[in-house]
């Protein structure tokens, strides 16, 4: 592989950002400072679901009670899909749309784990120069995986998942609108927007893919195999070529994001060589005068 390793680092995508959207936000009640709420009673605080720990439970804001009395359930789903975690996902019948003011360049946009996604749209609209970037409408259904006649014909469809933009131009005062079609289960596990950073000479051969599965597989008194899903994360290893005029930028950009979510792309010839997610540790072998060698060890945020 001769590929760099490609970071993309997330900016902000949140309410101060928001523009407009098709998606409500009423998932639960508003939390009401003067109501009582008995165990387990769910409400809204700060686009967030929370879920009271405490009978009795009257006048303790969720975001600053502290756990003993609110435990935070997750973000609504209006914001599921911009929280950097593949454990919650955006849903609505039919598809949705958002539009933002970022208010900052772009370089790069991901949208991963889409189930029941037809078809999706992104642009750039700057204030005076107009659109400047369009995918266009882009079919994500279910696709053959090879082309040829007998795949068209009796072939089995595979789900595109996930979609990746790069280069895109430099605008920052552009609107981000992202408009996806779908059918009645049309969910998004992620929307990434954020500016990107490239590291090394090439990627080494021995790139290792695999995944940690949390699934139960028991056996009963029977020896009959018990077998329940659970959710997965990715897990890569690489080894990469730097170039020690790059040393101290590498360094300083790990360390800096020790535990942050990123999305890392190691070659953008397969998907499963990208991945939404942090690293668990890395070294730097200063091997030669001009080159190091630099190994990472990847987890992704978990999948269901």
């Not at 409400?43 to 600053?64: C, F, I, L, Y």
């Not at 010839?269 to 730097?284: K, L, M, Q």
Request: aromatic share 12%.
């Amino acid at each position: 592989m001769t590929c760099a390793l490609t970071v993309t680092d997330p900016l902000v995508l949140g309410p101060a950002q928001l523009l407009g959207t098709n998606v409500p936000e009423n998932d639960y009640a508003e939390w009401d400072s003067i109501k009582v709420y008995p165990i387990g009673e769910r409400v809204m605080r700060d686009h967030a679901v929370w879920e009271s720990a405490q009978g009795n439970n009257k006048g303790n804001d969720p975001t600053t009670a502290g756990e003993w009395l609110w435990m935070r359930v997750g973000p609504t789903n209006r914001w599921a899909a911009f929280e950097a975690s593949h454990t919650t996902s955006t849903s609505k019948a039919g598809g949705f749309w958002y539009e933002f003011k970022p208010g900052y360049a772009i370089s790069a946009i991901h949208i991963t784990d889409m189930i029941d996604c037809m078809a999706l749209r992104v642009t750039l609209t700057d204030p005076v120069a107009g659109v400047v970037w369009d995918t266009g409408l882009i079919a994500v259904g279910r696709v053959i995986p090879s082309a040829s006649w007998w795949q068209w014909c009796f072939g089995r469809r595979v789900q595109v998942t996930q979609k990746h933009w790069y280069d895109l131009p430099t605008y920052p005062q552009s609107n981000l609108r992202i408009e996806v079609i779908g059918g009645n289960s049309c969910s998004v596990g992620c929307f990434m927007a954020g500016q990107t950073t490239s590291f090394g000479d090439g990627i080494k051969t021995g790139l290792r893919l695999g995944i940690d599965d949390y699934s139960r597989k028991t056996r009963d008194q029977w020896g009959a195999e018990q077998l329940r899903v659970g959710a997965y994360s990715q897990r890569i290893s690489l080894a990469l070529l730097l170039h020690n005029s790059e040393l101290d930028a590498l360094y300083n950009f790990l360390a800096q994001r020790r535990t942050r979510v990123l999305f890392w792309s190691i070659s953008k010839r397969w998907n499963s060589t990208g991945v939404i997610g942090f690293y668990r540790n890395w070294d730097i072998l200063v091997s030669y005068s001009m080159y190091s060698d630099v190994s990472i060890d990847l987890e992704g945020m978990q999948t269901l």
